[in-house]
């Protein structure tokens, strides 16, 4: 029985773009994701009136402009698993356009917002470097749009999981305004570092009103719009994925799973 938290990418000859989630089409409120497959010298542009974005370059380089700014050229990684990102924080009202100078893979996310923070560029120098973890429970992290950075709703991280580890683990969550906690909407779009592997990914609640385990493939992406959400990556495969969070409070608490506190020091 197919997930409805798990959305297959649209690589075919005549798709548009890989991936497109709307709040809408999510069935909450904050939270609009796509992915883009940009050839040589294809343009791509967009303006959105109420909706802050973050562009993040997950392969090739492209020249950027936003809101008549030219940001020059952006990307130096050949895939999501060499290097840090370059990213682009996109107010509303301000068109973004991007020129891809070879083959990219664009991820945007987006959020509400008034317009309060200038459009610019997030170079990988910018990205903080976390190490998360101890022993199979280890993975990398790159915070793109954390929650110190100036945005109004979007919170932007990048994670590596090495195959064989476990990652958003312990099992915790982010979907209520009680106990210190954030309530936060959340995409996973996931990439393996090479082709034929899968992840595992399980969405679950407390009282298991939600309890949904789903094989995650290449470029297949995982709704979260509550509860717990490990990630295990098989060994021999790595494992990327890109976080977009967003909610009413711009800001990242967590608790975890009953049964788990012994492995976080509680």
Sequence with gaps: MSSRLLVRPDTSANATQVHRITPESAGWRYVGFEVFDLAP????????ATREQCLVLLSGRASVR????DFGTIGA????FTGKPF???VPPRAEAHLSALGHCELAVGSAPAQG??????ILPEDVREEVRGTGTNT???YDILPESAEAESLLVVEVRTPGGHWSSYPPHKHDSA??????????????LSRPGGFAFQRVFTDDRSLDETMAVEDRDLVLVPRGHHPVSAPHGFDLYYLNVMAGPVRRWRISYAPGYEFLTGR
């Design 41 to 48: 010298g294809q343009a791509w542009a967009r303006v959105l």
């Design 66 to 69: 936003v809101a008549g700014e």
């Design 77 to 80: 990684r050949e895939s999501p």
């Design 87 to 89: 990213a682009v924080y």
């Design 116 to 121: 309060r923070f200038r459009p610019r560029v």
């Design 139 to 141: 993975r990398y992290v």
């Design 178 to 191: 009680a106990g210190g906690e954030s309530q936060l909407e959340e995409i996973y779009y996931h990439r």
